[in-house]
T-cell receptor, first 115, second 113 residues
Framework: GAVVSQHPSWVICKSGTSVKIECRSL??????MFWYRQFPKQSLMLMATSNEGSKATYEQGVEKDKFLINHASLTLSTLTVTSAHPEDSSFYICSARLGTSLGQFFGPGTRLTVL | GENVEQHPSTLSVQEGDSAVIKCTYSDSASNYFPWYKQELGKRPQLIID?????GEKKDQRIAVTLNKTAKHFSLHITETQPEDSAVYFCAASGNTGGFKTIFGAGTRLFVKA
């Protein structure tokens, strides 16, 4: 149980375009989802916390107008990287929290390459 | 906000030896401390976790200790095997801040056969 999926697993796009990444909890309802970014050989950096039906809470230094997060249902959160640039190339990972548990379950990640 | 520091950044051990990774956290409100193993290009996998009301937890070759007073927690892997080679992350989270989890910088563990 507690499976989280992400789509796409990888994407290559041209500079200036927008890319949408989906995060789904497959067998449970996730009240809270988190979005992380991981650059090569670095740690996971929390970008934002997403709660169903409300606006996402962004970490300091993360541009909310560039990284649009929509948590429309208890099983789906989306991250849209708008006007992507090469420096946005990274591994984006979502995670979901099950109920009131303290743990979270990670998606497989999406590797974004912006040319 | 929470800040998690992790040491060492790289650790190389001989197969069969023990490996110890240490972390410190700053927010006394944090009450949940998971450890993740991440292989190249894959998602982090939870390997063990500990809550603030417990000082030690063990699962086969893996153990975690927590010192709440000092805000230290450590991962101990005994009888290391080559397949233990990966990047290990400690993390801290709590009821405040929406249960968000803050990760340490990671430790790259190499187990030499």
């Amino acid at each position: 149980g507690a499976v989280v999926s992400q789509h796409p697993s990888w994407v290559i796009c041209k500079s200036g375009t927008s890319v949408k990444i989906e995060c789904r909890s497959l067998d449970f309802q996730a009240t809270t989802m988190f979005w992380y970014r991981q650059f090569p050989k670095q740690s996971l950096m929390l970008m934002a916390t997403s709660n169903e039906g409300s606006k996402a809470t962004y970490e300091q230094g993360v541009e909310k107008d560039k990284f649009l997060i929509n948590h429309a249902s208890l099983t789906l959160s989306t991250l849209t990287v708008t006007s992507a640039h090469p420096e946005d190339s990274s591994f984006y990972i979502c995670s979901a929290r099950l109920g009131t548990s303290l743990g979270q379950f990670f998606g497989p990640g999406t590797r974004l390459t912006v040319l | 906000g929470e800040n998690v520091e992790q040491h060492p950044s790289t650790l190389s051990v001989q197969e069969g030896d023990s490996a110890v990774i240490k972390c410190t956290y700053s927010d006394s409100a944090s009450n949940y401390f998971p450890w993740y193993k991440q292989e190249l290009g894959k998602r982090p996998q939870l390997i063990i976790d500990i809550r603030s009301n417990v000082g030690e937890k063990k699962d086969q070759r893996i153990a975690v200790t927590l010192n709440k007073t000092a805000k230290h927690f450590s991962l101990h892997i005994t009888e290391t095997q080559p397949e233990d080679s990966a990047v290990y992350f400690c993390a801290a989270s709590g009821n405040t801040g929406g249960f968000k989890t803050i990760f340490g910088a990671g430790t790259r563990l190499f187990v030499k056969a």
